[in-house]
């Protein structure tokens, strides 16, 4: 059974950081890409970086660009979203998302993802 399980949401200020993390289990993710996405209350789904298999492609939505880095290992099947200088604004559910054959210029699109975690929650006070 295949498992995407994210962790290390919380509360933080306003200018503060939070590293998520997300470990896959229960087939290889060799050769996907995995992304995060994120979702606030009332919204839609959107998405927020990705990154491929080899680790030389990463795509990053233009609101977290210079904030945000997202990073895996994948001796682990983990990946990382390194958050820094968050706004309130970034406040949302934070999913993991894995897939396969998917083009760098389809990383954005949720439909292109196989597998799902079920979020954690980021809240950013101001």
């Known amino acids: 059974q295949v498992q995407l399980a994210e962790s290390g949401g919380g509360l933080v200020q306003a200018g503060g950081s939070l590293r998520l993390s997300c470990a896959a289990s229960?087939?290889?993710?060799?050769?996907?890409?995995m992304a995060w996405f994120r979702q606030a209350p009332g919204e839609e789904r959107e998405f927020v970086a990705a990154?491929?298999?080899?680790?030389?492609?990463?795509v990053y939505a233009d609101s977290v660009k210079g904030r945000f880095t997202i990073s895996r290992d994948n001796a682990k099947n983990t990946v990382y979203l390194q958050m820094n200088s968050l706004k309130p604004e970034d406040a949302a559910v934070y999913y993991c998302a894995a897939g396969f054959t998917i083009s760098t210029s389809s990383y954005s699109s949720e439909a292109r993802y196989n597998y799902w975690g079920q979020g954690t929650q980021v809240t950013v006070s101001s």
């Open positions: 990154i491929n298999w080899r680790l030389d492609s990463t």
């Open positions: 229960g087939r290889t993710f060799s050769n996907s890409a």
